[in-house]
């Protein structure tokens, strides 16, 4: 495993990833999930973002870590994963991914399952 930088956090524990992880591959079934650091910056701003998580082995760290402030600033939770190449995996590529977005959908069959991971998070920031 890579290097983790300290600057990657809140940083999920490897049971809370496992979840996460498994929520991406779920959504991603539903076309919900958006691959890349540049797409989830599109729906963050757009306001369609659920959750967003970030890889913690992201090299260098720098290029990522815009993407909390955003989410700050839009009051979506996001949360830091160990590896980019398991990210990349749930989100159905064969390639790492550092960043992913799940995104809202109205009548989504997965909102339930998308609301319970998200409350997770938010509780394990706080």
């Given at each position: 495993?890579?290097?983790?930088?300290?600057?990657?956090?809140?940083?999920?524990?490897?049971?809370?990833?496992?979840?996460?992880?498994?929520?991406?591959?779920?959504?991603?079934?539903?076309?919900?999930?958006?691959?890349?650091?540049?797409?989830?910056?599109?729906?963050?701003?757009?306001?369609?973002?659920?959750?967003?998580?970030?890889?913690?082995?992201?090299?260098?760290?720098?290029?990522?870590?815009?993407?909390?402030?955003?989410?700050?600033?839009?009051?979506?939770?996001?949360?830091?994963?160990?590896?980019k190449f398991a990210l990349?995996?749930?989100c159905g590529v064969s390639?790492?991914?550092?960043?992913?977005?799940?995104?809202?959908?109205?009548?989504?069959?997965?909102?339930?399952?998308?609301?319970?991971?998200?409350?997770?998070?938010?509780?394990?920031?706080?």
């Amino acid at each position: 495993m890579s290097h983790l930088n300290p600057k990657a956090y809140p940083l999920a524990q490897k049971d809370l990833a496992i979840q996460i992880l498994d929520l991406i591959e779920l959504a991603r079934e539903y076309k919900q999930v958006k691959k890349g650091a540049n797409e989830s910056i599109k729906f963050l701003k757009k306001g369609a973002a659920e959750l967003i998580v970030i890889a913690a082995d992201a090299d260098p760290i720098e290029i990522v870590l815009h993407l909390p402030l955003i989410c700050e600033d839009k009051n979506i939770p996001y949360i830091f994963v160990h590896s980019k190449f398991a990210l990349g995996k749930a989100c159905g590529v064969s390639r790492s991914v550092i960043a992913c977005c799940i995104t809202a959908s109205i009548d989504s069959k997965i909102s339930g399952q998308i609301k319970n991971v998200r409350d997770k998070v938010e509780n394990f920031i706080n």
